[in-house]
């Protein structure tokens, strides 16, 4: 079983020092994650279903790890904590639920569209995995960028997150639009609409990564719930 590594029940009391080591916890729990989602081009947009079985190991210790901190966050809270450190405490909460549900939408959904992309043996043209690529890569800076902010409180790192939005979302959904338009002026095989639709999917599944990714970094900023983590060091 893949256990924690820095939680340890010795520095309950004292949750700050306890904290600090919950964020180097939830860095690991995001390390996985990254590991996982720069699989995403191997394994999903070539349909490659063994590479799919190593992402969903790597989301069982993803899990494994969200329950442990879960856990420990719980005992942390039961301590009578200063409104700060109750903060911190609440803010670290939301932010591996973030980490978890981006695990889990390359575990599920993700790992739907690299089935389909085997089953109906979809090659992508070099145009479409160009595009595929490009903002795969964005998304992947933007929660590597996420994961340095809540670990070190960079908030430079969760600022420069929040403004790749134009890139990627923007840039995504124009790109899908003019695509979509062009599609529908033109006659397509079977296998030229099936490789259509998931793309579009894949792209989709991109966005929601990304928006799960700029919560983490709002709370960072203060700008969604808890507080950021300088506030415990005040």
């Keep these: 079983k893949f256990m924690p590594r820095y939680l340890d029940d010795g520095m309950l009391d004292t949750p700050p020092l306890a904290l600090s080591m919950v964020r180097r916890e939830t860095r690991r729990m995001g390390e996985v994650v990254e590991e996982m989602l720069a699989n995403v081009p191997a394994t999903v947009f070539q349909g490659d279903l063994d590479k799919m079985t190593e992402i969903r190991d790597k989301d069982e210790q993803v899990d494994a790890l969200y329950g442990a901190i ?40 993700m790992s739907h569209l690299a089935t ?44 420069m997150v929040l403004d790749m939005e134009q890139e990627i979302i923007g840039d995504m959904e124009e790109l899908v639009t003019k695509r979509q338009r062009a599609f529908l002026q033109e006659d397509h095989t079977s296998q030229e609409m099936a490789a259509f639709t998931l793309q579009t999917d894949i792209m989709e599944n991109l966005k929601r990564i990304y928006e799960h990714t700029k919560r983490i970094s709002k709370l960072v900023l203060r700008q969604e719930g808890g507080t950021a983590l300088a506030t415990i060091h005040s």
């Design 70 to 109: 879960n856990s420990y966050l719980t005992k942390v809270s039961r301590r009578d904590l200063m409104e700060s450190t109750a903060n911190e405490a609440m803010m670290l909460t939301t932010t591996t639920t973030e980490i978890e549900n981006i695990g889990d939408i390359i575990e599920i959904h």
């Design 116 to 159: 389909m992309c085997s089953v109906n043996h979809i090659a992508f043209s070099e145009e479409d995995l160009n595009s595929l690529n490009l903002f795969h890569g964005r998304v992947k800076k933007a929660f590597g960028s996420a994961m340095v902010a809540i670990e070190h409180d960079r908030r430079a790192a969760a600022q």
